[in-house]
């Protein structure tokens, strides 16, 4: 995961990778997820606290987290 | 108040495909301790940088590189006459070799120049690169050098489409038929001759470094970016500074292994896993400015070197700098353009 800690992230979901010169947007829950992967946090510690912050059920909480992690792979960012 | 300074600068072009000379300047009138008098040195009457007033003190038209040496060097000799010239900084590909091999009589003439050496000028031949980009850690797209119509078709047979078409020191094409390679190939034997390189195409960001080496295997500052919209001519319109240390690494070395002096810029692709070596230009690119506006002023720093005053080394830049090239629009008289025509001097 310490690709994630060169990334620059500001408050409204704009994220500069400073090696590439890419950048990518996102929203206010991937951001969350973000700030959570960034502490070096596990998936299964992620979907918990996701299902204690947000109103939300167990199956589309670990999709939604599932397919964000998938896509910061398809990016290289993990 | 600092004594002014005279310094020519060419390329003052700044059209489709831009020259670098005006970026040039702009950095040299930038520098707080610099007091620059420019003068253009174009090759054509309606080059821009002859009616920017606020940057181009005075321009002169020069006779083309690839005419007589001796012509070209007793203009300049005209100019540091009227002018009181001090060092040159020559930014386009076809002036290098009339500079380089002039530098001597210019040096005794009084006038300065920062330049890589013959041979460091030659190293940067795309045959060369070959050999050198494996001693930077750098890899280079597979490239065969073909010398007839025949070889061509089998070298595309074994690369494929698309694929680039190049000189061994100018131009390069891309094409994706046999029928446009074979376009490509007979204008490049045309103006360039043999061999030609013909190299497969490789996918990946386009990062470039700019940069001046101090002649002694050190830099005189450098900076990498990242090429984020270019127009059809392959110009960048914006771009952004990265930090990339593989890249920045590959260009210290460069540096070491060739003592490279005066301004270059390293074109490469980055995939995932490697750093391709496209192309070194012995010269500052066009967007020069983007350096001096990231806080290292390239060009105040090669004209610093060129006189032999104390030159920051320094390479310190933020990631995340982002440039933007625009076009402006100028409405002016006739005056400037009358006597540019009629006089070939402003």
């Not at chain 1, 990518?24 to 991937?30: D, I, L, R, S, Y």
């Not at chain 2, 002036?95 to 050496?117: D, S, V, Y």
């Not at chain 2, 690369?159 to 390679?181: Q, S, W």
């Not at chain 2, 995932?272 to 012995?282: H, M, V, W």
């Amino acid at each position: 995961m310490n690709r994630l800690s060169r990334l620059a992230i500001n408050e409204e979901g704009f994220i500069f990778d400073p090696i590439t010169g890419n950048s990518f947007t996102t929203n206010q829950v991937g951001l969350w997820i973000l700030e959570r992967l960034k502490k070096g946090k596990k998936e299964e510690e992620i979907l918990a606290e996701m299902l204690e912050y947000f109103e939300v059920d167990p199956e589309t909480a670990e999709r939604d987290l599932t397919d964000f992690i998938e896509q910061l792979r398809n990016y290289k960012l993990i | 108040m600092a004594e002014t300074l005279v310094v020519a600068v060419s390329g003052i072009n700044a059209v489709d495909n831009p020259g670098p000379g005006l970026g040039v300047i702009r950095s040299l009138k930038e520098d707080p301790e610099l007091e620059v008098r420019a003068i253009g040195l174009a090759y054509d009457a309606m080059e821009p940088g002859i009616f920017l007033d606020w940057l181009v003190d005075r321009s002169f038209i020069m006779p083309y590189p690839s005419s007589a040496e001796e012509d070209y060097l007793a203009r300049l000799a005209y100019v540091q006459q009227v002018t009181g010239l001090q060092v040159v900084v020559p930014t386009l590909d076809a002036e290098l070799p009339i500079f380089i091999k002039g530098e001597k009589q210019l040096e005794a003439q009084g006038i300065k120049t920062f330049l890589p050496t013959w041979e460091q000028f030659e190293l940067r031949s795309k045959q060369r690169l070959l050999e050198l980009a494996p001693r930077l850690g750098l890899s280079l797209p597979p490239t065969e050098a073909v010398s007839s119509y025949q070889d061509l078709i089998k070298a595309l047979d074994r690369l494929g489409f698309p694929a680039m078409i190049k000189g061994l020191f100018y131009k390069a094409y891309r094409v994706h038929t046999f029928a446009e390679a074979e376009g490509a190939f007979q204008k490049i034997v045309k103006e360039w001759g043999y061999p030609v390189l013909v190299q497969k195409v490789v996918h990946g960001e386009e990062v470039n470094v700019v940069g001046v080496g101090d002649g002694q295997g050190g830099s005189l500052g450098l900076m990498a970016i990242k090429k984020l919209w270019i127009t059809s001519l392959g110009k960048i319109w914006t771009g952004v500074t990265i930090k990339n240390q593989d890249l920045i690494q590959a260009t210290e070395r460069f540096l070491e292994e060739i003592g490279w002096r005066g301004a270059f810029e390293l074109e490469c692709i980055a995939t995932d896993d490697r750093i391709y070596l496209i192309e070194i230009n012995p010269r500052f690119p066009a967007w020069i400015y983007f350096a001096t506006g990231a806080g290292i002023n390239l060009p105040a720093r090669l004209v610093r070197a060129a006189l032999d005053l104390p030159v920051e080394k320094d390479a310190e830049y933020e990631a995340g700098r982002l440039y933007i090239r625009y076009t402006y629009d100028l409405v002016t008289s006739m005056d400037t353009f009358q006597r540019i025509v009629t006089k070939g001097e402003t």
